[in-house]
């Protein structure tokens, strides 16, 4: 089994979420969490919140994490995580779909990733399809369609055409509109051969790695974006 003949891609973290709530002192709405925690104990009760800051006019405000739980029932490592302002758990804490839902804010997740790939070298005309497993490092939500515009340097409309053409098979689950927020993996049929273009693509992304970040637009997708607009 050859395994070079799989190309890794990763969703990796450039930063955290923004909370998107309404700021009582200004007109924003976008938060960052300033990567401290608050614990309060009251005799055996103790709450915990998660401090934010807003991007607009910098209050801070609080979301509940514990609120007036017994102390017994908190585990001990998890509440020195807490006072000791543990980056990994307000890693955790503000990526937290379930804490957003809790507190009803929402999270955009804009800025927060780029997509960094791995692919093997191989033959142009080798007709074997070439498997792509892709990675995430955080749970942001991306949209299918423009993994693959920004991991095979294509524009919406080639991707769109290799998939109609067969050439692109996504698992079941996943269309190219869909959001993907965890590790799938999918093929590249005779990734070499559909056309010109897709040639020149791949074996522009043979180097051993390379950084895309998710907000950037590649000035080659751009010329071909407004050549056939
Ligand atoms: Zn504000």
Known sequence: MNTDRKALWAVRQSGLPAV??????????????????????????????????????DRTSKVPVHERVHVSSLDPVRREAYENDDPAVVRGLAMSASLAARNRYRLDWTGTWQLETRTPLYSLDDPTPLGVRVSFELPAPVRVERLLMLGLRLSRAEVRRMASDGHIHLPVALALDAKAHQDFEFTLDRPGVPDTTVHLQLTNTRSDLSHIRSHDTPPRLHRTATARA
């Open 20 to 57: 998107v709530r309404p700021c009582p002192d200004c007109s924003g709405t976008r938060h960052r969490p300033t990567g401290r925690i608050r614990v309060n104990a009251n005799g055996k009760l103790l709450d915990v919140w998660l401090l934010l800051g807003c991007e607009g006019c």
